[in-house]
């Protein structure tokens, strides 16, 4: 089995990708879970991700597993980094970015007052909108990425070896 994943990994990129971004969005339309600046960040990489896979699934033959493998190892690196960085947002281990919680300096202006109320993000990342057993949807992210990471380096490795 695991010799199987490993000969179609761009395919498991490929699938795990379009999951975690199939999940995030029915989250988002069909259960009201809103995303943040950060939810929408760590999605950008599986974006990617699928880009990669579908190019390295076409050119594999020319150019082979591993370099397409890489990158993918290296976007489900960057989107669980994305995640841990969320967490901590959420936990209170350090502050957001301003896109996160608006800016809360002090307006001289009613119309800056305004501006400032006006460009706040309606969802914060600082709030959990849902979570399971006590993790976040940003703290599934963390393991999802790096559990693909993992796959995706190994298999490149792997692949690399096989040449």
Same mark, same amino acid.
């Given at each position: ?52 896979? %579908? ?6 033959? &020319? ?7 890489? %990158?993918?190892?290296?976007?489900? =690196?960057? $989107? ?16 957001? $970015? =301003?896109?996160?919680?608006?800016? $809360? ?18 969802? &914060? ?6 979570? %399971? ?29 096989? &040449?």
């Amino acid at each position: 089995m695991l010799a199987y994943l490993m000969k179609n990994a761009l395919w498991v990129a490929l699938l795990g990708s379009v999951g975690a971004l199939g999940t995030a969005i029915i989250a988002q339309y069909e259960y009201d879970l809103w995303p943040c600046v950060l939810c929408l960040y760590q999605r950008w990489p599986y974006a990617a991700v699928i880009m990669i896979s %579908l190019a390295g699934i076409a050119l594999h033959k &020319r150019i082979g597993l591993g370099p397409f493998l890489l %990158l993918c190892a290296l976007g489900f =690196a960057v $989107t669980a980094a994305i995640g841990g960085y969320h967490v901590g947002v959420e936990q209170g281990w350090w502050e957001g $970015t =301003a896109e996160c919680v608006g800016d $809360t300096a002090k307006a001289s202006s009613l119309q800056e007052l305004k501006a400032k109320i006006m460009s706040t993000p309606i969802v &914060r990342c600082d709030e959990v909108a849902w979570s %399971l057993f006590g993790i976040s949807m940003a703290g599934y992210n963390i393991v999802a990425g790096a559990i693909l990471a993992v796959f995706s380096l190994i298999a490149a490795l792997s692949s690399f070896k096989d &040449r």
